[in-house]
Every structure is written in C-alpha cells, then in structure tokens.
C-alpha cells in the first residue's frame, strides 16, 4: 500500500519569507499528485495536481510543486508567504494500479505566516 | 465550489447512540468518499462508494458503515458511537478522470461524550 509522509509538522515563517514544504511518496509505479490547502475552520481545497509531463506544476495563489520522480518527492513551494497563507497543507497520492479513484493523505502541516 | 452539503454540521452525541452523517451533491459524480481527520493523522478513509449501492472499505471502517440508495446522497452510519469517533468528518467526490482528484465538503464535527 502506499504511504505519504509530510515531514514538517509545523512550520513558522515571517511574511515575505519563501516556503517549502515537503512530500515523499511510497510507490514505485505512475502515481497521481496533488496539495490540498486547508483554511482554518474549512474544507480541504485543492491547491496544485500532478498527473503528467511538466514535473513542475503551478497551482493557484502562486504556489507550485516539482515532481522528482527518482526521489519519490512532490514539494511545495512558494517564494514569498503571506499572512493569508496560514493554514493546514496536505499532500496527497494516488496510486495508478490499483487505487481507483482513491487518495492516501499525508499527515498534514501547519503553517502559521506571522507579520 | 463542488455542490457538496453534509448534514449535520455539528452533532453532540452520547456514548452508545446511533449516528447518521449525510453527504449531498449535486455534481452527479460517480465516486464519494468518507474521511476523518484527527490532529495528527491527517485525513482518513473510512469508506467509498464508486456508484449506486457500491461500497468498500478503506483504513479505518471498523464500527463505521455506510449506504448509497441515490448517485447524489451518501450516508455515514455510527451504529454505536464511541468515544474514539469524536472527528470531524469530511465526504468528498470525484469523477472518472485522468486526474482523481477530491472534491470536499465542508465538514462535521461530532463529538461523542
């Protein structure tokens, strides 16, 4: 089965201050990617995917996430934080073989973006 | 946004009593899941659906059942809560695509006491 595993649990940063956020994967076939945002007090919403070609993938409020297949790894990133980004980040992997239309989620971080 | 309502939003229950958790779309999308997410374990699967009166497990479904009459309505049944269900639920959807990507509702927070 497989695994994510987020290793940052809890991240602070100043604003204007860039971010990173990391993801590693457990599968070795095609896999499915994804960063799920979560604001305080609300539903998950999706952030960026990975699915094929360009292994750098750009979401919405400027962040992206680079897929380094050999490393099994799907960072995200952001090059300057703002206080409005504070909130709980999720990875996420689908595997292609046999998972369906399921994900397994990492753990989860939370970032707190202080002025 | 998906359309995607869960009812209720919040529930205080007791030890020992039914509980019954509705998800809703409006989307028509083939696949709805349920999830719980607790401090430190990030979100889990407990159930999905992958179309009318189509179920299966996931991780954690143990004291958890789930059924699904209607394309658009999904039900998460707590036959006895307990205690260790105290979670915030999510039900989330998604469609046959290249991308399987999760569409989520906006949550319930049960307590059990």
């Known amino acids: 089965a497989q695994s994510v595993s987020q290793h940052n649990h809890h991240v602070i940063l100043s604003e204007a201050a860039s971010l990173e956020l990391g993801c590693n994967y457990s599968y070795g076939g095609t896999v499915n990617l994804f960063w799920y945002v979560q604001y305080p007090g609300q539903h998950l919403q999706l952030l960026l995917k990975?699915?094929?070609?360009?292994?750098l993938v750009k979401g919405i409020k400027g962040f992206e996430a680079e897929f380094i297949k050999s490393k099994f790894s799907f960072n995200l990133r952001k090059p300057s934080v703002q206080w409005s980004d504070t909130a709980e980040y999720f990875c996420?992997?689908?595997?292609?073989?046999?998972?369906?239309?399921?994900?397994?989620f990492g753990t989860g971080t939370q970032l707190k973006v202080e002025l | 946004d998906a359309g995607i309502t869960q009812s209720p939003r919040h529930k205080v229950t007791e030890t020992g009593t039914p509980v019954t958790l509705r998800c809703h779309q409006t989307?028509?999308?083939?696949?709805m899941y349920w999830y719980r997410q607790d401090p430190g374990h990030g979100l889990r699967l407990i159930h999905y659906?992958?179309?009318?009166?189509?179920?299966d497990k996931g991780e954690v479904s143990d004291g958890y059942s789930v059924s699904r009459s209607k394309t658009e309505d999904f039900l998460l049944t707590l036959e006895s809560a307990t205690s260790s269900q105290t979670s915030v639920y999510f039900c989330?959807?998604?469609?046959?695509?290249?991308?399987?990507?999760?569409?989520f509702g906006p949550g319930t927070r049960l307590t059990v006491t």
């Open positions: 989307e028509n999308h083939r696949y």
């Open positions: 996420a992997v689908n595997a292609m073989a046999g998972g369906g239309n399921k994900l397994t």
């Open positions: 989330a959807i998604s469609e046959l695509t290249q991308t399987y990507e999760q569409y």
């Open positions: 990975y699915f094929s070609g360009d292994p």
């Open positions: 659906s992958y179309g009318v009166k189509d179920t």
